[in-house]
């Protein structure tokens, strides 16, 4: 007789084969055409709310591995949340404005004003960054990422931008902006401000020269050095790469705790720091001797001559100057340098600023009036030279601040900007109070930015640019105030930029509101620095739309650098709007290197980028190599990384796809309830369970990492490589409706719904696909679903208890050792060829001795005899925290039955059935075997 | 005109069954938790299950295009039960009864499909550890419609055959 149809062997049409890169993009199809994510959002309607809220990338070019990271983390962390039972929106958002833009635009078009004005050359930005989104929009969605795509947030929707200019009005109104004229980095090329972010460091030739100073009051000088009388010939010596901001000298700073010498020379005396006397005459080519010393201190206020003005230049005291290089006394323009300006504050309050934004200087300035400053350094060396000023010329290498985009050097210049003020209105203090509201992950974060705002000068909030928001101002010409009705126009310039986007404000008429005031104020055309733009989604996202909560946020999540970017203007705006943070949660990822843990670039050929492994591999393999790797430092990727990836991939795929092989013909009414389940699988339902709880803390607190490791393992581990191989004889052999078949497939229904579950965060799709092909699912996707319930630890009285099984697995250890030999010399082909005596002591038989007749089946043997005797020499003995247990196999001279393969004396023994055994007939035409433990 | 639709007065039977089939349905939602079975008789249990396929869940893992699929079988086998009721003489009750009833199950169960993309089932019969496919009030319309629409073919084809050979 034939028993094949006897025999229920596991059936599925779950592709073995993930073939990802064909089938996602069908299940994409499916997740539109029923519009998933809404359908999920309905479905959470009632639940709490969980807000991730999206940091939004630029959109210039297509995204590279390091934005499929963060998307893929936020979506991890969404997808858990939705799991965890809260209703977790995602809007993904994109940053628009800027200078990048604004190049890719001028590349094609020209600048501003070429061939296109202002208002279309804006256009065309607009038109060029809704390109872009498109196509990172499609990148993104590729990666399996939910949200709301069809309606991002973009900084460049007329809401977001009416929002921007709310947010400014409220912080205006709030104290924290103030009009300010500083030093800030300046490029000629852009003629704009740049920001510390858009600037390179290269190196430059410049002039180096040392400059006389004549000093005004004799006496006052002999008078610090503590000497009698008057020194009328001194002069002070600073050194300095750029001459042409000697027309802005306004002080000379020393440092308090130097000392300085006086040192008598052929052209009268001269004041340097005493360290660097020796190197001075060298280069001036003098000889001297030192008259006197004294310190920085003293000498505040020895005036001096400006080299060639007919004006003073204060001797003032500052913690910038050292004695490393020059002279040891530091040349004050104020208006060129962010330190000149700081010293020479605490001064005076005038700032002298003679060089226009187009690199001349200003036509009334004497001397050199209307010059470009790049032409004036021989000029005005030549002056010094003929006023007897010069003390020594010559040139110098350095590394000096450039343009990033025009690779031109730039300088310091101080241009009226508006500023938030840290200090005006206690910002810096309410937003390091806020830091500690605030939970950082890893929790280094917090240190980073205290830090970071805690020494950090005033936001200069103003750029002078054509693709970005306006600060929508009248100023009074002459003092440069707002106007007094500041606030209320604002607001309704708001509400027209709502309507029309940015260039409501560009094309405004200043008499529609100033009426006869026209002359008096003038409209400010400067822009929003883009930080500003992105820092207040928070205010024009979160609190704009209807169905993302309320402010605070429960986490941020981007990479390790937005300290000092986006999480730093979030917090700053949050502040001085609301005086508290937007978020609750800050979480940071580090950032993606090769396998070496070098950056990756196109040069060095390392390159992975997200688009070409969704065509090899998939998203799913990218999204587990997400999950498995620590974010918290560098994340290393390379083809081989993935590939590795991939095998686990496979791993946890071909798990689910004998779970549900087995499950064929199952369905949810033939679950057995848990207290008549056999207890073996009442034990992996109890594994299951401690497992669930790990997955859940794990994702609770962001450890991703743990939970691959983890899921990974009781694939391989528990299921693989035990009580999926214990169950073949159950499954295959036993009657279809028996209650011990049954129970096992009670089991695997049950794990395979947690499991699915586990890891719909990380490999979205597969777990859609495993789901399709569950015996029953309430809802079409896990995502619809919370952690799942039907898990339970084992009860207290439990028969397999902890102990028990901890023997039975150093049996079963045993065993597997005893069997090795035998295999490997041929004696046997599998377990089921063998038998094994199992010796142990008294106390452990009479534990096993319940389940002693089916332990074979644990063991996967023919025949498991427990034994008190003393095991024979030879035996495989596995000791375990002082308890031993040896196994003695030998190959099974019984028959061999046709049907379940085991070697037993019955088989033959029904006449009707001559080659199985008698348990086999019971299963084909008995009332079917019955199973008490395994 | 009338008369032509006199016997579509038999639809008041599906409504009715429509009503009853998802009244039915509806208490099953409110009080059963999923794939739990709650113990009614013994043989019998409410257990709660969604069918995204047809019978024996055909097709059930089929991504998204399964419920169009059934949804255009099932209306266009509703629309031909209908025309086969137009035809059939009010009075002919033994025909017009089972017709109306798959009428019913054909609907009950597609506005399950149409608005949630599955069918709802909660009838869970079985003897010992072997189990009926868990079942509906439309199921059972349908079922029963089937069974005596054969069961009336074979009986009239034996009268018919009768006739013929001239038997009273």
Redesign the interface.
């Known amino acids: 007789m034939d028993y094949k149809n006897t025999i229920s062997l596991p059936v599925t049409?779950?592709p073995m084969k993930a073939d990802l890169p064909q089938r996602e993009p069908?299940?994409l199809?499916?997740w539109a055409?029923?519009d998933r994510y809404h359908a999920i959002q309905k479905h959470a309607a009632d639940r709490p709310m969980f807000v991730l809220h999206d940091g939004p990338p630029y959109a210039n070019g297509d995204i590279h591995i390091g934005h499929a990271v963060n998307k893929i983390l936020k979506d991890i962390v969404v997808k858990s949340r939705l799991l965890a039972g809260f209703r977790a929106p995602y809007v993904p958002g994109w940053d628009c404005h800027g200078l990048p833009i604004e190049v890719a635009v001028e590349k094609k078009h020209g600048k501003v004003g070429q061939k296109l004005d202002a208002r279309a050359f804006r256009a065309e930005c607009r038109r060029y960054a809704a390109e872009q989104i498109d196509r990172q929009r499609e990148d993104f969605k590729r990666l399996g990422v939910l949200g709301e795509w069809e309606n991002p947030y973009r900084t460049m929707d007329y809401a977001y931008e009416a929002g921007i200019v709310r947010s400014l009005a409220r912080i205006v109104d709030r104290g924290h902006v103030v009009r300010g004229f500083k030093p800030v980095h300046w490029c000629f090329d852009c003629q704009s401000a740049l920001a510390e972010a858009e600037i390179e460091y290269g190196n430059k030739r410049d002039p180096a020269i040392d400059v006389a100073f004549k000093f005004i009051d004799g006496k006052k000088l002999a008078g610090a050095f503590g000497l009698e009388g008057s020194i009328d010939d001194a002069s002070l010596a600073i050194w300095t790469t750029t001459p042409w901001t000697l027309p802005a000298n306004q002080a000379v700073a020393v440092g308090a705790e130097l000392v300085y010498a006086l040192v008598k020379t052929a052209r009268g005396h001269l004041l340097l720091a005493e360290s660097l006397v020796e190197s001075c005459l060298l280069r001036f080519g003098m000889s001297g001797e030192i008259v006197a010393t004294t310190t920085g201190a003293r000498l505040e206020r020895c005036d001096v001559q400006h080299p060639f003005y007919d004006r003073v230049s204060l001797l003032i005291l500052s913690d910038h100057v050292s004695a490393a290089d020059g002279t040891g006394l530091v040349h004050c323009a104020p208006a060129y340098g962010v330190e000149d300006f700081h010293a020479v504050k605490r001064y005076s309050s005038e700032v002298l600023n003679p060089v226009g934004g187009d690199s001349r200087y200003a036509a009334d300035l004497p001397l050199f009036g209307g010059q470009r400053i790049k032409d004036a350094n021989p000029h005005i060396i030549a002056l010094l030279q003929e006023r007897g000023a010069l003390l020594s010329s010559t040139e110098f290498d350095h590394s000096v601040a450039h343009c990033w985009r025009h690779k031109t050097p730039t300088i310091f210049r101080a241009t009226p900007q508006w500023f938030i003020s840290m200090d005006a209105a206690s910002l810096r203090k309410d937003a390091l109070s806020a830091i500690d509201t605030v939970r950082w992950i890893p929790d280094w974060g917090r240190e980073r930015i205290y830090g970071m705002i805690e020494n950090r000068p005033d936001w200069c909030i103003s750029r002078q640019r054509t693709w970005g928001v306006p600060i929508p101002l009248f100023v009074d010409r002459e003092r440069q105030l707002p106007h007094p009705r500041t606030g209320e126009w604002m607001l309704a310039v708001a509400d027209k930029i709502e309507q029309g986007g940015i260039d409501a404000w560009f094309d405004l008429d200043a008499n529609d509101w100033l009426g006869a005031d026209v002359d008096r104020y003038e409209k400010v055309t400067d822009t929003l620095d883009v930080w500003f733009e992105s820092g207040v989604s928070h205010s024009a996202v979160v609190c704009s739309r209807d169905n993302l909560g309320e402010l605070p946020v429960d986490i941020y999540l981007e990479g390790s650098d937005q300290h000092r970017g986006w999480f730093h203007s979030a917090l700053l705006t949050g502040v001085a709007m609301y005086g508290a943070a937007p978020y609750r949660q800050v979480l940071t990822h580090g950032f993606t290197v090769d396998a070496q843990g070098k950056k990756m670039s196109k040069s060095a050929g390392n390159v992975v980028a997200p688009q070409q492994v969704m065509k090899s591999l998939g998203a799913d393999v990218l999204r587990l190599w997400v999950a498995a790797t620590d974010y918290r430092a560098e994340m290393s990727v390379s083809d081989e990384i993935l590939k590795r990836v991939s095998e686990s991939y496979r791993r946890i795929r071909n798990t689910c796809r004998y779970l549900l092989a087995n499950l064929n013909g199952f369905?949810?009414?033939?679950?057995v309830a848990l207290d008549q389940m056999l207890p073996l699988d009442r034990y992996l339902i109890g594994q299951a369970h401690a497992l669930q709880q790990k997955v859940i803390a794990a994702y609770d607190s962001y450890q991703f990492h743990q939970i691959y490791q983890d899921v990974h393992a009781f694939c391989a581990i528990e299921l693989g490589a035990f009580y999926l191989d214990v169950l073949k004889d159950r499954m295959y052999t036993l009657q279809r409706?028996?209650?011990a078949r049954?129970s096992g497939q009670t089991a695997m229904w049950h794990v395979l719904e947690a499991l699915t579950r586990w890891i719909a965060p990380i490999l979205s799709f597969t777990a859609d696909e495993i789901w399709?092909?569950m015996?029953?699912?309430?809802?079409?996707s896990p995502l619809f679903h919370t952690w799942y319930e039907q898990l339970a630890p084992v009860p207290s009285d439990f028969g397999l208890n902890a102990a028990t099984m901890a023997l039975l697995m150093q049996i079963r250890e045993a065993t597997q050792l005893a069997l090795e030999p035998l295999r490997r010399d041929k004696a046997i082909g599998s377990g089921l060829d063998a038998e094994v005596d199992v010796h142990l002591s008294a106390l452990q038989a009479d534990a096993l001795r319940p389940m002693a007749n089916e332990l074979k089946f644990l063991l996967i043997v023919s025949r498991a005899t427990i034994t008190t005797e003393t095991a024979p020499a030879g035996a495989t003995v596995v000791e375990r925290e002082g308890i031993s247990v040896a196994v003695a196999p030998r190959v099974s001279v019984a028959a061999k039955c046709v049907r379940c393969w085991h070697h037993v004396d019955d088989v033959g023994t029904h006449p009707d059935h001559p080659e199985i055994c008698g348990r086999c007939v019971e299963n084909v035409v008995g009332e079917g075997e019955v199973r008490a433990w395994f | 005109m009338t008369a032509r639709l006199a016997s579509y007065a038999w639809l008041w039977l599906s409504a009715v069954m429509i009503a009853l089939d998802q009244w039915t349905k509806a208490i099953a939602v409110e009080h059963l938790i999923?794939?739990q079975?709650v113990p009614v008789l013994p043989g019998l249990?409410w257990?709660l299950?969604?069918?995204?396929g047809g019978a024996f869940?055909f097709l059930?893992?089929?991504?998204?295009w399964q419920k169009w699929f059934f949804l255009i079988v099932a209306s266009a086998v509703t629309l031909g039960l209908m025309e086969w009721l137009r035809r059939t003489p009010r009075s002919n009750w033994i025909l017009c009864l089972p017709l109306s009833l798959l009428i019913g199950g054909a609907i009950g169960n597609l506005i399950d499909r149409a608005s949630l993309?599955y069918v709802i089932d909660f009838v869970?019969v079985?003897y010992?550890?072997?189990?009926w496919?868990?079942f509906n009030v439309a199921d059972s319309c349908v079922t029963v419609g089937i069974v005596w629409l054969i069961c009336y073919e074979i009986f009239s084809k034996e009268a018919r055959t009768e006739r013929q050979n001239g038997k009273p």
């Open positions: 049409d779950f069908n299940r199809a499916e055409a029923s369905e949810p009414q033939n679950a409706d028996s209650l049954r399709s092909y015996p029953a699912r309430e809802h079409p | 999923y794939a079975p249990n257990t299950i969604h069918n995204y869940s059930s893992h089929q991504p998204g993309g869970d079985y010992q550890t072997h189990h496919p868990v």
